[in-house]
């Protein structure tokens, strides 16, 4: 089992749609977890931050369910702005790697 | 955010000679960096982590020869590319992060392009 996995996607939605994403981790241990968000040729930048409570912001809204070690990300009101790839990340244990699942692609259309 | 500077943006080699590239915290002090590799619409593959002062640990598949990593101080990483190949050509972007902090996030570099002629 690979120790990151998502939605292969690609996800194509028209403007103002909900998308949601999903994304199981393998190890047990782990204690940090992230959505990041890569757009084309760039660099990987924080989303947000994912929270044993959930947590939103704004349109988006992250939960993680520890025992059944699943991720989730919900975009409301979908932008065009919002086309990118999205990556789940996981530590490798307390303080450890951070590893990244494969990626989602979305496109948002007009 | 923290701020993490990676140069060369960009780099075109001959085949068969070495490139480095750095990667410096500029705001934080960086207990560990990690390494990544990108093909084209692939994801982003860990290569190695290193933590200040000791040897990078390679993942699975990594010629930690042909990935040469030093990590000799708190703000500064760098991943030499030696001998490199036309395979080799990717785009290569580190990672930092601060064991004085619980649950960091990573702050990434901009990324090198790296090409192989």
């Known amino acids: 089992r690979k120790e990151v996995e998502q939605d292969p996607g690609p996800f194509n939605v028209p403007e103002g749609a909900t998308v949601a994403f999903n994304c199981t981790y393998s190890n047990s241990a782990s204690q940090s977890f992230f959505w990041y968000r890569q757009d084309c040729r760039k660099e990987p930048k924080l989303l947000m931050s994912?929270?044993?409570s959930g947590n939103e912001d704004g349109r988006f809204t992250a939960q993680l369910n520890r025992a059944s070690q699943y991720i989730s990300l919900l975009i409301r009101d979908s932008k065009l702005s919002d086309s990118a790839t999205y990556l789940c990340v996981v530590n490798r244990g307390s303080q450890g790697n951070l590893i990244f699942g494969k990626g989602t692609k979305l496109s948002v259309k007009p | 955010g923290a701020v993490v500077s990676q140069h060369p943006s960009r780099v075109i080699c001959k085949s068969g000679t070495s490139v480095k590239i750095e990667c410096r915290s500029l705001d934080f002090q960086a207990t560990t960096m990690f390494w990544y590799r990108q093909f084209p619409k692939q994801s982003l593959m860990l290569m190695a982590t290193s933590n200040e002062g000791s040897k990078a640990t390679y993942e699975q598949g990594v010629e930690k020869d042909k990935f040469l990593i030093n990590h000799a101080s708190l703000t500064l990483s760098t991943l030499t590319v030696t001998s490199a190949h036309p395979e080799d050509s990717s785009f290569y972007i580190c990672?930092?992060?601060?064991?004085?902090?619980?649950?960091?996030?990573?702050?990434f570099g901009q990324g090198t392009r790296l090409t192989v002629v």
């Open positions: 990672s930092a992060t601060s064991s004085m902090v619980m649950n960091t996030e990573a702050f």
């Open positions: 994912v929270y044993s």
